[in-house]
């Protein structure tokens, strides 16, 4: 990533700093999820220059694009993350300090078999009520009225969220593509509003404070680089989080390079894990192309990954 991007577009690990050092010195705190082409949450990221908003977004492209409009427009309260929104709510903010969070058009999954790849549940409920502050708000915009309706569903049964009744109306103060693209084609567009008006907490599983990942384990008798290859597709966890190893590559320079996939609660994550040969040792480190949110799948595929080169 180029250094400009990089001031707008914080990785896991400037998440780190940034939420440490930066974000309790910030004024208002606005999050937008699923911004697409960013055009709205600059709109107000300019209208709220008192405040910072923070964008969350899973589509790389999208983040690019966004980050670029950032850029050009010189605006300097924007930030952004990539990932899932839900779990971003619940792990980069501190807790119940958000003033407003929006949700424009989220993609709806109409289909049954898709279902649990919608971004509101019941999940998302808790993180939102855990991210707002006593009378923080939320605002979701939506051309699907079922969708809309589910979504309140699953906010009523957060006790803290006071939700209103669905408005059903044309067109919002700034309309975002997705919300010009309904309306050209003649489609409705559902509000809903929730207030958060009680104390309500979630609890972080990103352990913000580890850097490290580093294990170092004694070197099996007969080690050659090529036995990572034993570990693809080895898997392991349990009910609340699970870790796969895939492809191993091997390096001119003694070194492997083992793909890791972690998923906590849903959360999934990437990452490559380079292992050095030292001279009684090998060591696990994360590879410094990767950056990862250090959560308890993440940890535990090194502590698996260790045991199983122990095995070799
Ligand atoms: C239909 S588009 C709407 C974009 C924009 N809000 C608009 O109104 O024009 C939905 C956006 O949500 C993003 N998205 C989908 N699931 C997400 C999630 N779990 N967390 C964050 N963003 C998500 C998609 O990448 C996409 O950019």
Request: charge should be neutral; glycine fraction near 8%; hydrophobic fraction near 40%.
């Amino acid at each position: 990533m180029s250094w400009t991007l990089d001031k707008v577009i914080l990785s896991p690990d400037s998440a780190r700093l940034f939420r440490r050092e930066e974000l309790p010195r910030r004024g208002a705190l606005f999050a937008e999820i699923g911004f697409g082409n960013g055009d709205f949450l600059v709109n107000l990221a300019s209208a709220r220059r008192d405040a910072l908003c923070v964008g969350i977004e899973v589509s790389l492209t999208s983040l690019l694009k966004a980050a670029r409009k950032v850029l050009r427009g010189g605006i300097d309260n924007v930030k952004l993350l990539n990932g899932d929104g839900s779990f971003l709510l619940r792990e980069f903010f501190l807790p119940e300090t958000v003033e407003g969070v929006f949700v424009n058009f989220p993609c709806p999954w109409p289909k049954k078999r898709h279902s649990k790849r919608r971004l509101i549940n019941s999940l998302f409920a808790d993180n939102l009520a855990g991210a707002l502050k006593i009378g923080g708000f939320f605002e979701l915009a939506s051309d699907e009225k079922w969708f809309v309706d589910e979504a309140r569903g699953c906010l009523l049964e957060n006790g803290a969220l006071e939700v209103e009744e669905i408005q059903h109306h044309l067109g919002g103060p700034i309309g975002t593509k997705y919300e010009q693209k309904w309306i050209s084609l003649g489609k409705s567009i559902y509000r809903l509003r929730a207030t958060k008006v009680s104390f309500f907490r979630t609890t972080s599983i990103v352990d913000w404070e580890e850097v490290t990942l580093d294990i170092n384990k004694e070197m099996p008798k007969g080690w050659r680089m090529g036995k990572l290859g034993f570990m693809t597709n080895k898997t392991g966890g349990d009910d609340r989080f699970k870790w796969t190893f895939k492809d191993a590559f091997f390096g001119d320079d003694e070194t492997g390079l083992l793909q890791v996939i972690t998923a906590d609660d849903g959360f999934q994550q990437k990452f490559y894990v380079r292992v050095i040969p030292r001279e009684n040792s090998v060591l696990i480190k994360l590879d410094d192309a990767s950056t990862v949110y250090r959560t308890p799948a993440v940890k535990e595929s090194f502590k698996a990954l260790a045991e199983e080169i122990g095995k070799l």
